[in-house]
């Protein structure tokens, strides 16, 4: 008898370097949760083969990819089409290849509201919210954040002609001001402030702003997460923030809306938030 052997779908994230990716593990089980069957691997490509190896993954049979660091602003070149989530925020974190086209997806925004708001009980409208840093993780979160009509948001940054740009860039959404972090000194306290500056990641501190803190009240996200206390969210605690978050429930959250763009279906995010380590 001829056994009939299951080809899976296969789908994974691409990164430089992509070793520490806990995206197959929640893809994982957003997969057995829905009784969907796929393969979720791990891709490996420096930005200079970033093109090279998508395209060798879509030849061999890949359905998508989740693009991670450093390669959000590159892949959007990749497409042939962007959603209006990527084409606003100039950077994709989702690939969905069809036959043979690429359209690209930004999950991130989305992925951080639904924490922010659905997980986390954070209400946005008519809050202050300050964020830290002006690189990509910021360009994918303004519009989400704006849309939510916020009182008004600073983004603040070490080059300040960065942070300048992204407030120009976002302006006609709502307000929305660039500044240096010591001129956080001369303006109010904030209801919200986020980390999306990448210097946590390379065990750097960044000069975090004390004055951004309203003692007992300031909520603080720190978009990145660790298995240890983030650098933010210890600045943050010594602080008297009112409450801290790492970035374990936007990590989840971008992965289920990547996972119901490539397969038509919502995967149920809470238990896989309370199994993976929760740092604060
Ligand atoms: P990402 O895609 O994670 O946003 P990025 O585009 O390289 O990465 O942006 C990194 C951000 O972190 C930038 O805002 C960067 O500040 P500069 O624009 O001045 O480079 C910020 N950043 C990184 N290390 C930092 C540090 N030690 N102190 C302050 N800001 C830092």
Known sequence: MVQE????????????????????????QFAEQTGESLIYELVEASPDDLESVARQFQRAGGKGLNVTVPHKTRATRLVDELSESASIAGALNTLKFDE?????????????IRDLRDNWKFEIPNTRILVLGAGGATQGILAPLLDLEPAAIVIANRTVAKADALANHFGALGAVEGMRFNDVRSVEPFDLVIN???????GESAPFPKEAIRRGHTACYDLSYALHKTP??????QMDAGRTRAGWGMLIEQAAESFRIWRGIQPETAHVLNRLPAAN
């Open 100 to 112: 043979d086209r690429i359209v690209g997806f930004n999950t991130d925004g989305i992925g951080l």
């Open 232 to 237: 933010f969210v210890a600045w943050a605690e």
């Open 5 to 28: 052997t299951a080809i899976l779908d296969r789908y994974g994230v691409v990164g430089y370097p992509v070793a520490h990716s806990k995206s197959p593990v929640i893809h994982q």
């Open 196 to 202: 999306a500056t990448s210097a946590g990641l390379s």
